[in-house]
């Protein structure tokens, strides 16, 4: 058997010999934690952006013409608690600076963890689930620059927090329901288009720890056709009024009573009133 240092070299050989467009992919890890730090016990394991993209390091390839320059992982176990959603992303941010040609992508998601807020086991098809991925895409778009993002499952047959769409496996004929999930998901996935970019947006709190755990994260984005999307994520329990620079045309709500809603079509201002516990998308 090849040893790891060999195996991808030929691979990108035979890739670059048939003139393949393919790109080798050489990191994605089953918790985004693993892409950044050293594990103990899982030395051989961890650390992955410095082990493959560092040219110092024995298992460098960057340089391999084939290789992807990206690197991936997995959101798992990282949303809870707060300071930990915040923190781990910051170290994604870090490696993103100190190697400027590479990407983040956040390649798998769905709820597993237990902790005070959440479980996994046992579907929700309410706004509270939507409500606490919405946070972590924030997080992950924001914070960790991720230049995609990836729900695991669009279907499910099963008692879990898995899936967007849930359906009956044991009728024959099937009937399925909708999550606010699915719509949420909606409020960033149905504007922000490949190769949008992220625009710097800033206002009091921001990133905080306070604000991430239950304030209102905005996120704004620009289409490659000049369009231009702002997201916001209001996790209070009243209303809140957003105040924009720039006029607002379109409003798109996904909250207890509205799924992904076009609330309104030519709204023409700057002062938007959003819903409480809502994903709100504005089209300027």
Same mark, same amino acid.
């Given at each position: 058997m090849m040893n790891f240092q060999v195996q991808p070299k030929k691979i990108d050989s035979v890739f670059k010999n048939y003139n393949l467009d393919t790109k080798l992919e050489v990191s994605e890890a089953g918790q985004i934690d693993y892409l950044t730090s050293i594990k103990k016990g899982k030395e051989h394991r961890s650390n992955q952006v410095e082990v493959f993209f560092n040219p110092t390091s024995d298992l460098y390839l960057g340089n391999l013409e084939t290789v992807s320059q990206k690197f991936a992982g997995h959101s798992y176990f990282t949303t809870w608690d707060i300071s930990k959603l915040k923190t781990k992303r910051e170290e994604i941010k870090k490696k993103l600076i100190k190697y400027p040609n590479l990407e983040y992508w956040m390649t798998e998601y769905c709820i597993l963890e237990n +902790?005070?807020? %959440? /479980?996994? *086991?046992? *579907?929700?098809?309410? %706004?509270?689930? $939507?409500?606490?991925?919405? /946070?972590?895409m924030h997080a992950d778009l924001t914070i $960790? +620059? $991720?230049? $995609? &993002?990836?729900? &695991?499952l669009a279907m499910t047959p099963y008692n879990y927090k898995d899936g967007l769409i849930y359906h009956d496996k044991n009728t024959e004929e099937g009937t399925f329901?909708? @999550?606010?999930?699915? &719509?949420?998901?909606? +409020?960033? @996935? /149905?504007? %922000? /288009?490949?190769?949008?970019k992220q625009i710097k947006i800033d206002y009091k709190g921001k990133n905080s720890l306070e604000n991430l755990e239950k304030g209102v994260l905005v996120s704004a984005y620009k289409n490659k056709d000049n369009s231009i999307i702002i997201v916001a994520v209001n996790q209070k329990e009243t209303a809140v009024q957003l105040n924009f620079k720039s006029t607002i045309k379109q409003v798109y709500v996904t909250d207890k009573d509205s799924d992904l809603k076009l609330t309104q079509h030519n709204a023409d201002k700057k002062d938007i009133v959003i819903t409480a516990k809502s994903i709100t998308t504005f089209v300027l």
């Open positions: +902790n005070e807020e %959440i /479980r996994g *086991k046992g *579907k929700d098809l309410g %706004i509270k689930t $939507a409500l606490y991925v919405a /946070r972590l $960790a +620059n $991720a230049s $995609a &993002w990836h729900w &695991w329901e909708s @999550s606010k999930l699915l &719509w949420g998901l909606g +409020n960033f @996935s /149905r504007f %922000i /288009r490949p190769q949008a």
